[in-house]
């Protein structure tokens, strides 16, 4: 109900008095805003990186992403479906991380384009035999009476490219498992060069290397059927190639993306005619930039790789964030 008029105080006037001192305790407020957030923000002992940390480098061969964000320590999660794995406690199933090496632990395992049993749901073909490697890009869902994981196969050509499996039947019975992949702790160059990049993704996530090592060559792998954007983390660009003498099989070396901009420098710092170039280099896999990874063109259809399965590729790029030049082969 409105209040009635008659009930109403009369509105306060305001003299030359009253505005300064109101404008005086105002300024005083400010004041003491100003002085608590200077306070709040101030460095502390400690708190200020080490000074080769932040200092330029002397070097003038050293080049740098001008963008590189730092490393984290180990393992983190990219772009996923989910990363819990908890299995329902209706719905028997086998629990996975994200990000993890899992195998096929029984003959013919089905391979479907989504996470359920239904029309709408395509049989990829060929089924995955026992023992098949699995990069457990998302999941668990659980849908249609199974728990369900999108995965990337890692075995041999021919195979499904990614895809929804089951990871056991009715009963509990377990179709795929965790693997253990063999981890070197401290890797030389000629090792992550073996090793399957996914493999090398799940052992190692964004931790740094630093490889004294020697540029040989080029070499575009196009491990998968489509581009990506952009495209100096596409599968089918020609990366530069690390080995550990200058006379090794560059095939058999690690291969490194370098952004635009370091790829711009380092060209400009290798003489015409070089056969290799040595050079410490440091990387590493999961870059922050795969997470920016897309389609090219981006146009869809059913048999298009989901958003978590083209970063993915890009993820399991090794990109080289530092390069000190040290010596040229002719």
Request: proline fraction near 12%.
């Amino acid at each position: 109900m409105k209040e009635p008029d008659r009930l109403r105080p009369p509105p306060r006037s305001w003299d030359r008095t009253d505005v300064l001192q109101f404008l005086a305790a105002f300024a005083a407020t400010l004041a003491v805003g100003y002085v608590a957030i200077i306070n709040s923000s101030a460095p502390t002992a400690g708190s200020l990186p080490p000074t080769s940390d932040w200092l330029p480098s002397s070097s003038p061969v050293s080049i740098a992403s001008p963008t590189a964000p730092l490393a984290s320590p180990g393992p983190t999660p990219g772009a996923s479906v989910s990363s819990a794995t908890t299995p329902s406690p209706e719905v028997p199933g086998v629990a996975l991380d994200v990000d993890t090496i899992a195998e096929t632990v029984t003959d013919r395992l089905r391979v479907r384009s989504l996470p359920r049993v239904a029309d709408d749901s395509r049989r990829l073909e060929p089924l995955l035999p026992p023992g098949t490697r699995l990069f457990v890009v998302g999941g668990p869902v659980v849908a249609t009476g199974y728990q369900w994981y999108l995965v990337r196969p890692l075995s041999e050509s021919g195979l499904p490219l990614f895809g929804w499996v089951a990871s056991a039947d009715h009963d509990g019975a377990a179709w795929i498992g965790p693997a253990h992949p063999e981890c070197p702790p401290d890797p030389t160059v000629s090792q992550l060069g073996e090793m399957e990049r996914h493999v090398a993704l799940a052992c190692y996530g964004r931790r740094e290397f630093t490889l004294d090592a020697w540029f040989s060559g080029h070499r575009a792998d196009c491990l998968v059927p489509w581009s990506t954007m952009p495209t100096w983390l596409d599968d089918c660009n020609a990366a530069r190639m690390l080995v550990a003498d200058p006379g090794d099989d560059p095939r058999r070396g690690l291969e490194v993306h370098l952004d635009p901009e370091m790829e711009a420098a380092l060209t400009l710092q290798i003489p015409n005619g070089a056969v290799a170039v040595r050079a410490v280099i440091v990387g590493r896999f999961d870059d922050p930039a795969a997470d920016s990874c897309r389609l090219d063109p981006p146009i869809r259809d059913a048999s298009s790789p989901p958003d978590e399965v083209v970063v993915l590729a890009c993820r399991a790029a090794f990109v080289a964030t530092r390069v000190e030049l040290l010596a040229v082969a002719n």
